[in-house]
């Protein structure tokens, strides 16, 4: 059933990177009120996930505080990032440039496993970058996209959150994990910034109920994804099939931008860039 679970989780991702695009642009608030929204909708469909997962155990959360922090932590910057670059970018770019996110793990790896990088992971890293570069070729001239920098910091984050992420999956039981994680970055991201989301729900008073319908939407596709993503980990012979799969996600996002936002400029060199992704993927994850 893992390759099952693994093309759902491919699905789910790819919809949700173009959903998020369309959130970006739907109501114009800040990237923090967006990212709240987000998380406050993913919150409720965690709770649904409770139930059938082995309901709430707090004693489990007993000496894993300090991944639960870096988690939350780096899923707040990771969104707030993500949210204010792809505002400034197309959904495919967007998805190319996210895939940085294998480099920054490899990176961790490295620093923090102690992984010993190979001439074919070098190598990836290379075609990687590559990739991202041909994503911003507009014309005849590379013109660097300033939203690029922030998709790196994203990815570089969320790379980060994957780790602590690894460590809660160990204790955790996938309601437990989903609902900490959504629950706990919506009010590390909302306490502080309370006024300027209020402020921000002002504005956009007439546009509120748009805006949480496409945030629910956005939200229901990144639990579908998790949801998908957890099981194909844990029923998957090697889990590393599973990561290498999953950046098929890259090409399908690209297609499902071109069909559905429109986004049609350039398209044969996104469509390579996002191959070129996977490739790296599978490279760097060799």
Known sequence: ??????????????????????????????????????????????????????????????????????????????????????????????????????????????TFLGTKLSLLQGLGVLVLLFAILLAQYQGKRLKLQPGILLIVLSAASFAGFQVASAKLSQTLNLGMYLVLVYLGTALLVGIPYIRGIRDDLKRASGHLGALSKTAFITAAASVFYYIFAYYAYKHAPDPGLVVLLLTAQVVLAVVLSVVFLKERANIALKVIAAVLAMLAAILIKA
């Open 1 to 110: 059933m893992w390759p099952l679970y693994t093309l759902m989780a491919v699905v789910g991702r790819a919809t949700y990177g173009v959903l998020s695009k369309v959130l970006s642009n739907h109501v114009k608030v800040s990237p923090v009120t967006q990212t709240l929204f987000l998380l406050a909708a993913s919150t409720v469909f965690a709770f649904f996930t409770v139930p059938f997962s082995g309901g709430f155990d707090l004693v489990d959360l007993q000496g894993i505080w300090s991944a639960v922090a870096v988690a939350l932590v780096t899923n707040a910057i990771g969104n707030i990032a993500y949210f204010k670059g792809i505002a400034k970018l197309e959904s495919a770019t967007t998805q190319v440039a996210f895939s940085s996110i294998l480099i920054w793990g490899l990176i961790l790896s490295v």
